[in-house]
């Protein structure tokens, strides 16, 4: 797919809906979608915020609601499949319990709030559900690392956008 034919689609859009669905995205996540809301947008800083922390939520929730029971319907339906993620599942598991699993949704929740690719609420959900952290505990947690993370990215892009200001 072209990458013109996407961004033309979302400037189509009401800039609310296309900053939630561009945090919506993996790998973008609100990284991606707070700079282009107060950027291109000119979206004011609570709204770039709450449709970008709205939409990176969305996500990860439904990750954590169907990874479980794809991941056996597939395991189901393949031997080899199967047998590859038993072996991962049991070295992962093994590994994280102990002081490691104790400090889990606390380590969860940091890894989201880090800023940086690959950190961010869809990798957090797919840890947490490799890991074992139940629900109960994982989306909030996740949950609190995506406001961490909208909290710097913004800080971030108002600071460097007034820099860039500043010397222009």
Known sequence: MDLSLIINWLSSLPPQLATA???????????????????VYHLPVWQAVLFSVVGNCVPFIL?????????KWCMAHSRLLARFLNWMFERTRRKFSGSHAQYGAIALMIFVAIPLPLTGAWSGALA?????IPRRLSIPFIAVGVLIAAI????????VAGVIRWIV
Do not use: K, N
């Open 21 to 39: 669905i561009i945090a919506a995205l993996p790998i973008a996540e609100l990284r991606g979608s707070i700079p282009v809301a107060l950027l």
């Open 152 to 159: 710097v990215v913004t800080l971030v892009t108002v600071g």
């Open 128 to 132: 947490a559900w490799l890991f074992g």
């Open 63 to 71: 990750i954590l609601y169907v990874i479980d029971p794809v991941t």
